[in-house]
């Protein structure tokens, strides 16, 4: 259940409109492909996570960016929004990680569908809130490799249980409808067990100066994954310089293309 428009950007790569259906409601995103030949079992890819609130763009278009420059070696790549997010279906009132976890898994029946590219090595790239998800997503979509950017641990929501309990309805958190069903999962969720059970190839990438999610975080990610990870210094979540930007790409990409 596809349907894309295709355009090209500047520099020739090729960028489709994708949506897919996930209990119902429609999930958009953008496809980037590389371009030239895929050789004889499709381009590599990876499907990239969006963090808490945010949207197939993240933050200073990090993800945009990020996706031209893997076509630009080979790698193809799925950003979308997840259900209630960005331009997607649903309200984000509904929004849980348990659902974020299903428009993972729809993300890579779309991937693993679509010709000129390998369903094999599909990979999975989450940031912040992202990163718990495909941390707990892992084991079910068994992604090619596991990147995961200044991953969040359940605790960074635990300040938003006034007196250690749930709120009785919906939450006003800053304009958005943050929903009960939301707090009552997320803080039960078991991401650095998901993927201490996972064992394929792994890497952290984290701020050294991050206040929202502390670096500590990253290195018990890498400790349950039993990978490296690597600190971008001086770096806050969202890598908010262009010196920080080139250095978590560059690493990155090392990573996704395996070098």
Known sequence: MTDRGRGNNEQGLQEEFAQFSVGGQRVYGMLHRPP?????????????????????????RIFPLFSRLLAGRGVASL????????????DFSEMTVSREVEDTAAAFEYMRRQP???????ML???????????????????????????????LWLP?????????TITDHGGWPLGREFLQEVTRTRPLDAAAGWGGEARVFHGDADRTCPPEWGVRYAQAL???????PGAG????????????FRETARFLTGQ
Request: charged letters at 15%; one cysteine or more; proline letters at 7%.
């Open 36 to 60: 030239g030949a895929s050789g004889a079992h499709g381009h590599p890819s990876v499907i990239l996570l969006h963090g808490f609130t945010g949207s197939r763009t993240s933050d200073h």
């Open 79 to 90: 950003r979308f929004d997840f259900r209630g997010s960005g331009e997607s279906q649903g």
């Open 116 to 122: 000129d590219l390998d369903p094999e090595r599909v």
């Open 125 to 155: 790239l989450g940031f912040s809130m992202g990163g718990l998800v495909a941390a707990l997503a892992a084991p079910q979509v068994r992604p090619h490799r596991l990147a995961l950017w200044a991953p969040a641990l359940p605790d």
């Open 160 to 168: 938003m249980l006034r007196g250690g309990f749930l709120p009785a």
């Open 226 to 232: 039993h990978c490296d990870a690597v600190a971008i």
């Open 237 to 248: 979540h969202t890598f908010d310089s262009l010196e920080q930007t080139e250095l978590l």
